[in-house]
């Protein structure tokens, strides 16, 4: 059987708000979008009496043998949903790790999505936010990449036909740690995506917003503000913000000349940090 192959698409944080603290987690909401940046997944089944799992690419180095993708395979052979198949599954890395872009829960949330619109698995949609949430609680976001407003009540509403923007995406040479950026909030933001609606994904209304989570990822990581005061002021993008815990930071553009122009201008002057040019999806 010939390997099928499918894109993992990273995801971005347009704005994210802490809103409380949960027993194990935090309570927050966020505007979510999906960039053209993906890894490769290439995946066939296989006549063997256990799942091959490979990862290579530029950002393979450190993966651990538990990881996203073996949590959501025990899953379903532990709840008999995959009927004794087994898989082998290669990785292409493209998407940094520890950049707040989501790449190991899209990397599961794409196998997911693939196993059910192939008709591999039948699974209910109760047992679907069980699958996802056990994985980790941004899984569920990855199923459909359209962009997402999940409220502060859980409850996420999905928008078609809206304006793309062209991004910068940055990295540094070092990453964050989600659980040490959260073990940092203090204060608690006041709802305001608890009534979603399309116009939240027009640049006016997102240039007033932020992540809260970006003060906190700051102060312990300097250079993240220099990086997002460079852009600010020499990239000149509608808005810069950190996406999700970082450490990427993402500039917005309207269109692909101006996005082209200011990853020139910015690895010009940060000749070691990763850095690409990409869009919405």
Same mark, same amino acid.
């Given at each position: 059987?010939?390997?099928?192959?499918?894109?993992?698409?990273?995801?971005?944080?347009?704005?994210?708000?802490? +809103?409380?603290?949960?027993?194990?987690?935090?309570?927050?909401?966020?505007?979510?979008?999906?960039?053209?940046?993906?890894?490769?997944?290439?995946?066939?089944?296989?006549? +063997? #009496?256990?799942?091959?799992?490979? %990862?290579?690419? @530029?950002? !393979?180095?450190?993966?651990?043998?538990?990881?996203?993708? !073996?949590? +959501?395979?025990?899953?379903?052979?532990?709840?008999?949903?995959?009927?004794?198949? /087994?898989?082998?599954?290669?990785?292409?890395?493209?998407?940094?790790? @520890? $950049?707040?872009?989501?790449? =190991?829960?899209?990397?599961? $949330?794409?196998?997911?999505? &693939?196993?059910?619109?192939?008709?591999?698995?039948?699974?209910?949609?109760?047992?679907?936010?069980?699958?996802?949430?056990?994985?980790?609680?941004?899984?569920?976001?990855?199923?459909?990449?359209?962009?997402?407003?999940?409220?502060?009540?859980?409850?996420?509403?999905?928008?078609?036909? &809206?304006?793309? +923007?062209?991004?910068?995406?940055? @990295?540094?040479? %070092?990453?964050?740690?989600?659980?040490?950026?959260?073990? =940092?909030?203090?204060?608690?933001?006041?709802?305001?995506?608890?009534?979603?609606?399309?116009?939240?994904? #027009?640049?006016?209304?997102?240039?007033?917003?932020?992540?809260?989570?970006?003060?906190?990822?700051?102060?312990?990581?300097?250079?993240?503000?220099?990086? /997002?005061?460079?852009?600010?002021?020499?990239?000149?993008?509608? %808005?810069?913000?950190?996406?999700?815990? =970082?450490?990427?930071?993402?500039? &917005? &553009?309207? !269109?692909?000349?101006?996005?082209?122009?200011?990853?020139?201008?910015?690895?010009?002057?940060?000749?070691?940090?990763?850095?690409? !040019?990409?869009?919405?999806?």
């Amino acid at each position: 059987m010939a390997f099928q192959k499918i894109k993992s698409f990273a995801k971005i944080n347009l704005a994210l708000n802490v +809103l409380g603290k949960l027993s194990n987690m935090h309570k927050i909401e966020s505007l979510v979008a999906f960039i053209d940046l993906n890894d490769l997944i290439y995946i066939k089944k296989i006549n +063997l #009496d256990k799942h091959q799992i490979k %990862f290579y690419g @530029k950002f !393979s180095y450190g993966i651990k043998k538990k990881n996203t993708i !073996s949590n +959501l395979l025990k899953i379903l052979d532990d709840r008999q949903i995959l009927k004794d198949q /087994k898989f082998e599954i290669r990785i292409k890395k493209n998407i940094p790790p @520890k $950049a707040g872009l989501g790449g =190991g829960s899209m990397n599961a $949330a794409t196998i997911l999505k &693939y196993f059910i619109d192939k008709q591999i698995i039948k699974i209910t949609r109760k047992q679907l936010l069980a699958i996802t949430n056990f994985i980790g609680s941004d899984v569920i976001l990855g199923i459909n990449t359209s962009n997402t407003i999940l409220s502060s009540n859980n409850v996420i509403k999905r928008y078609k036909n &809206y304006k793309k +923007l062209f991004t910068l995406v940055v @990295k540094p040479n %070092f990453g964050c740690s989600t659980k040490d950026i959260y073990s =940092g909030v203090k204060k608690f933001t006041k709802s305001k995506f608890n009534q979603p609606q399309k116009k939240m994904f #027009d640049t006016n209304f997102l240039q007033k917003l932020n992540n809260d989570l970006e003060n906190i990822a700051f102060k312990k990581y300097p250079k993240l503000k220099l990086i /997002k005061i460079f852009i600010a002021n020499q990239c000149k993008p509608i %808005f810069v913000r950190m996406t999700g815990s =970082g450490s990427a930071i993402v500039a &917005y &553009y309207l !269109s692909k000349k101006a996005c082209e122009k200011a990853r020139k201008i910015f690895t010009k002057k940060f000749k070691n940090y990763w850095c690409i !040019s990409s869009k919405t999806i």
